[in-house]
């Protein structure tokens, strides 16, 4: 079992930046990927990103290819996020997602751990 914490979230400007950071603690080693998912209100949860732990390729959702940069440390089994030219509709609650099978996958029943989710809002 994984545990996941994420924190970084925030109000933010049309524009600006954010990272969000996923603390990750418990049997890392049988991670395989970490992703990235989102649910902007009254909508269905959506994956946004992932990274295979310990290759480290990485995958993007075509909305925010180009403006989001996944990453991980593996020291201190940390993921990250980093958003740059946030968009109204990247509003949402935001979760980290670990699984232990062995492709990277969009799907949300796919993963096995999740953390509690971190708010972000862009607003005007």
């Known amino acids: 079992q994984v545990q996941l914490v994420e924190s970084g979230g925030g109000l933010v400007e049309v524009g600006g930046s954010l990272t969000l950071s996923c603390a990750a603690s418990?049997?890392?080693?049988?991670?395989?990927?970490m992703a990235w998912f989102r649910q902007p209100p009254g909508q269905e949860r959506e994956f946004v990103s992932a990274?295979?732990?310990?290759?480290?390729?990485?995958y993007y959702a075509d909305s925010v290819k180009g403006r989001f940069t996944i990453s991980r440390d593996d020291v201190s089994n940390t993921g990250y996020l980093q958003m740059n030219s946030l968009k109204f509709e990247d509003t949402a609650i935001y979760y980290c997602?670990?699984?232990?099978?062995?492709?990277?996958?969009?799907?949300?029943?796919?993963?096995?751990?999740w953390g509690q989710g971190t708010q972000v809002t862009v607003s005007s």
């Open positions: 990274i295979s732990w310990s290759a480290g390729n990485l």
């Open positions: 418990g049997r890392i080693s049988d991670v395989y990927a």
């Open positions: 997602a670990t699984t232990t099978i062995p492709v990277v996958m969009s799907t949300p029943r796919k993963y096995d751990s």
